[in-house]
């Protein structure tokens, strides 16, 4: 009797700390941080997660940057909120690697040897430049907070995955890029709505 009450304790302790919004949301960061994105799919339900993914890839400098993002990639469960009996909030702190401070320094470093004096080196282009910055020990770091949505379905639980919540995940890339003209502003001024549905949904938060 005392075996099968504690091989149900067991049980019960593994289902517990298996499962879970917060559990949910772990993995599915865990494995896009992995760039598992096959894997990562798993916990959402955009069909197309995957494919967006795997979409940057364009060329070698596009694929630098991303992986950069993806292993810089630190985060922190803050806290769920059940909002019903199908939909949890989990809200999560993201740190990684503040892409408006890369790219504005990319910007300067570039007009710095635009009119360099020194005419024994060569300009660097834009790439070289970026490939710099993301390889400095010293790149600028920013936390964001953003909010995923949990639901129950007849698979498991999924993560309704917005384009606010990939944008927070890789250092805002997607704000800098829709902000390039406004680069070293606050981030009231640049401040960009996002889509309201589809993979492009969301807001962008502010840094803490």
């Known amino acids: 009797m005392k075996k099968i009450l504690l091989g149900m304790l067991m049980f019960l302790f593994v289902v517990s700390c298996g499962s879970g919004p917060d559990k949910t949301v772990s993995k599915f960061i865990d494995n896009v941080k992995a760039e598992k994105f096959n894997e990562a799919a798993k916990y ?8 967006i993914m795997e979409a940057g890839y364009n060329n070698e400098i596009q694929k630098f940057l991303f992986k950069t993002l993806l292993k810089n990639i630190e985060y922190k469960i803050v806290k769920t909120e059940k909002q019903d009996d199908e939909t949890s909030i989990v809200t999560v702190e993201i740190k990684n690697v503040d892409m408006q401070k890369v790219f504005l320094q990319v910007f300067q470093n570039m007009v710095k040897g635009a009119f360099s004096k020194d005419d024994s080196k060569r300009p660097l282009s834009v790439e070289e430049v970026l490939k710099e910055e ?65 993979p492009s949904t969301g807001v962008s938060q502010k840094p803490e």
Do not use: M, R
């Not at 959402?44 to 494919?51: G, I």
């Open 134 to 198: 993301l390889e400095s020990k010293n790149k600028p770091k920013s936390k964001y907070t953003t909010q995923f949505v949990v639901k129950k379905t007849a698979d498991g639980e999924k993560i309704v995955v917005t384009a606010e919540n990939i944008d927070v995940l890789l250092g805002k890339l997607n704000t800098t890029l829709l902000n390039l003209g406004n680069l070293g502003k606050t981030e009231d001024e640049t401040a960009v709505e996002l889509p309201e549905t589809g």
């Open 44 to 51: 959402t339900s955009d069909e197309n997660f995957k494919a």
